[in-house]
């Protein structure tokens, strides 16, 4: 069974963080594992706190799965801080990490800083150059590039900009814009456009982290990186169309639909 490991935030809630992570990972079939790098207190309404974990004990993390397991695939989400960013990326250096996935959280759609402002820099630094693939939303993209963005047009810029600070390709997601959700794809050549109808619904919490560790648990199948979003894409569309209301605020999407539809669970 292929092996995966994200390094990421925990959300108490379940929609986003760690918890989606492996809940994706669990969907397409893969054996997941975690690195907390963060444990926020979170529900569908808000983010009420944040305990960082400290720098030793997020290496110590990394090393226990690395010297131990080999190692299909990571994503990267929340970091939170320097320090964090900084261990992550001189831990890793040590072991050979074919597909990483770094999804550049910035700020939770309840509009609270999961990543301090001043440790913008260093993610662009260190993370951003060890990606394979970078999949910043629009205002992720905005924050990057220091550019605004309206349209198409716009993000093909962002990714062009994005793309010189080193990862092998971007991917900057249309979440955030009007009309068809259309993510595009950016290979320092070509662009590649996947389109899906805008779902209209407010239950999109941790569409991010979902999105990001299905393209990763492509990547460890050996998927081709145009493939892996293709097969994400489809996955991030199904879960929000299934997506359903669990508190008073922004609920989950829905990742055991397809498995539990082919099992006649519901
Ligand atoms: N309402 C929606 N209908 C269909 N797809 C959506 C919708 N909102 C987001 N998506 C898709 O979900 C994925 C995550 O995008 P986005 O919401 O922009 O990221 P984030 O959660 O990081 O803000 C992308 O593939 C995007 O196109
Ligand atoms: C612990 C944690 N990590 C990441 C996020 C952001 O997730 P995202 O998928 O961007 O979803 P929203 O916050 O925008 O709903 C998070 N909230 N918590």
């Given at each position: 069974?292929?092996?995966?490991?994200?390094?990421?935030g925990s959300?108490?809630?379940?929609?986003?963080?760690?918890?989606?992570?492996l809940?994706?990972?669990?969907?397409?079939?893969?054996?997941?594992?975690?690195?907390i790098?963060?444990?926020?207190?979170?529900?569908?309404?808000?983010?009420?706190?944040?305990?960082?974990?400290?720098?030793?004990?997020i290496?110590?993390?990394?090393?226990?799965?690395f010297d131990?397991?080999?190692?299909?695939?990571?994503?990267i989400?929340?970091?939170?801080?320097?320090?964090?960013?900084?261990?992550?990326?001189?831990?890793?250096e040590?072991?050979?990490?074919r597909?990483?996935v770094?999804?550049?959280?910035?700020v939770s759609?309840?509009?609270?800083?999961?990543?301090?402002p001043?440790?913008?820099?260093?993610?662009?630094r260190?993370?951003?150059?060890?990606?394979?693939?970078?999949?910043?939303?629009?205002?992720?993209?905005?924050?990057?590039?220091?550019?605004?963005i309206n349209?198409?047009?716009?993000?093909?810029?962002?990714?062009?900009?994005?793309?010189?600070?080193?990862?092998e390709y971007?991917?900057?997601?249309?979440?955030?814009?009007?009309?068809?959700?259309?993510?595009?794809?950016?290979?320092?050549?070509?662009?590649?456009?996947?389109?899906?109808?805008?779902?209209?619904t407010?239950?999109?919490h941790?569409?991010g982290?979902?999105?990001s560790?299905?393209?990763?648990?492509?990547?460890?199948?050996?998927?081709?990186?145009?493939?892996?979003i293709?097969g994400?894409?489809?996955?991030?569309?199904?879960?929000?169309?299934?997506?359903?209301?669990?508190?008073?605020?922004v609920?989950?999407?829905?990742?055991?639909?397809?498995l539990?539809?082919?099992?006649?669970?519901i």
């Amino acid at each position: 069974m292929k092996r995966i490991l994200t390094i990421a935030g925990s959300d108490s809630c379940g929609g986003a963080g760690i918890q989606a992570d492996l809940k994706t990972f669990s969907a397409h079939g893969l054996f997941g594992m975690s690195v907390i790098t963060a444990v926020t207190a979170q529900n569908t309404q808000g983010v009420f706190g944040v305990q960082d974990i400290s720098a030793e004990l997020i290496q110590k993390q990394i090393e226990a799965v690395f010297d131990d397991i080999a190692v299909d695939a990571v994503k990267i989400g929340m970091v939170s801080i320097t320090d964090t960013i900084k261990v992550i990326a001189q831990t890793l250096e040590r072991y050979p990490v074919r597909n990483l996935v770094v999804d550049p959280v910035m700020v939770s759609k309840s509009g609270y800083h999961l990543l301090q402002p001043e440790a913008k820099e260093a993610l662009i630094r260190y993370l951003l150059p060890m990606a394979k693939v970078v999949t910043p939303n629009i205002p992720e993209a905005e924050v990057i590039t220091g550019m605004k963005i309206n349209d198409l047009e716009d993000m093909k810029s962002a990714a062009v900009q994005i793309y010189h600070m080193n990862p092998e390709y971007v991917l900057v997601k249309g979440g955030h814009l009007e009309g068809e959700a259309v993510d595009l794809l950016y290979d320092g050549k070509d662009f590649k456009y996947y389109h899906s109808p805008r779902i209209h619904t407010q239950n999109t919490h941790g569409t991010g982290c979902t999105l990001s560790s299905a393209i990763a648990s492509n990547l460890a199948k050996n998927m081709s990186v145009a493939e892996a979003i293709e097969g994400a894409k489809a996955y991030i569309t199904v879960a929000i169309e299934q997506s359903f209301s669990i508190g008073k605020g922004v609920g989950p999407t829905h990742h055991f639909y397809e498995l539990y539809k082919k099992a006649g669970l519901i």
